[in-house]
């Protein structure tokens, strides 16, 4: 996107368990939420390198949760990345986070 290349954005990586497996294998809940955190912030710093107009662009995306296809079509990068990832996504995985303190 910064470069103007075509983008489109799919979790089908993210979501592969040995992929998730490697991230989570021999860290502690607290070295998980400092990779969240770092991870987080290099996504900031990348998005405040895009203007408005790279910002409103539509780009293709697909979002699977599990093996179902949750969502399908076009979305605005910066409403993908600044709404729809923490508002609805992360908000989703606040119980899963609850049961790992338990």
Not at 40 to 65: H, K, T
């Given at each position: 996107?910064?470069?103007?290349?075509?983008?489109r954005?799919?979790?089908t990586v993210?979501?592969d368990?040995?992929?998730?497996?490697a991230?989570?294998?021999?860290?502690?809940l607290?070295?998980?939420?400092?990779?969240?955190?770092?991870?987080?912030?290099?996504?900031?710093?990348?998005?405040?390198r895009?203007?408005?107009?790279?910002?409103?662009?539509?780009?293709p995306?697909?979002i699977?949760?599990?093996?179902t296809?949750?969502?399908?079509?076009a979305?605005?990068?910066g409403?993908l990345?600044?709404d729809v990832?923490?508002?609805v996504?992360?908000a989703?995985?606040?119980?899963?986070?609850?049961?790992?303190r338990?």
């Amino acid at each position: 996107m910064i470069q103007d290349a075509e983008v489109r954005y799919e979790n089908t990586v993210a979501i592969d368990p040995a992929r998730l497996e490697a991230i989570i294998d021999g860290r502690s809940l607290a070295q998980l939420v400092e990779l969240g955190r770092h991870r987080s912030a290099q996504l900031l710093a990348l998005l405040g390198r895009l203007d408005r107009e790279r910002l409103e662009r539509e780009v293709p995306c697909m979002i699977r949760d599990g093996g179902t296809i949750a969502f399908e079509g076009a979305v605005r990068w910066g409403r993908l990345l600044l709404d729809v990832q923490p508002g609805v996504h992360l908000a989703n995985h606040i119980e899963q986070l609850r049961a790992l303190r338990r």
